[in-house]
């Protein structure tokens, strides 16, 4: 599954969200929402195993992307 990230800094998560398709975006006339990055933050699209969605709290979604995001 993949999930845009947008981060401030080096390690401030600002938010996250499923990742669209350009063919998901429905047929014309539909509307559509997404992440856009702001002044100073970087968006980021990356890959998390399926089981991400089951993760029970704020803190450990945000340590897993953390883990995800900066792991060298």
């Given at each position: 599954?993949?999930?845009?990230?947008?981060?401030?800094?080096?390690?401030?998560?600002?938010?996250?969200?499923?990742?669209?398709?350009?063919?998901?975006?429905?047929?014309?006339?539909?509307?559509?929402?997404?992440?856009?990055?702001?002044?100073?933050?970087?968006?980021?699209?990356v890959?998390?195993?399926?089981?991400?969605?089951?993760?029970?709290?704020?803190?450990?979604?945000?340590?897993?992307?953390?883990?995800?995001?900066?792991?060298?």
């Amino acid at each position: 599954m993949k999930l845009t990230v947008i981060t401030k800094g080096k390690d401030e998560i600002v938010g996250y969200a499923l990742s669209h398709r350009i063919h998901d975006a429905g047929q014309p006339g539909q509307f559509r929402g997404g992440l856009l990055a702001g002044p100073g933050q970087q968006i980021h699209e990356v890959e998390v195993p399926d089981d991400f969605s089951f993760t029970p709290s704020s803190e450990e979604i945000h340590g897993r992307l953390q883990a995800i995001l900066y792991r060298k």
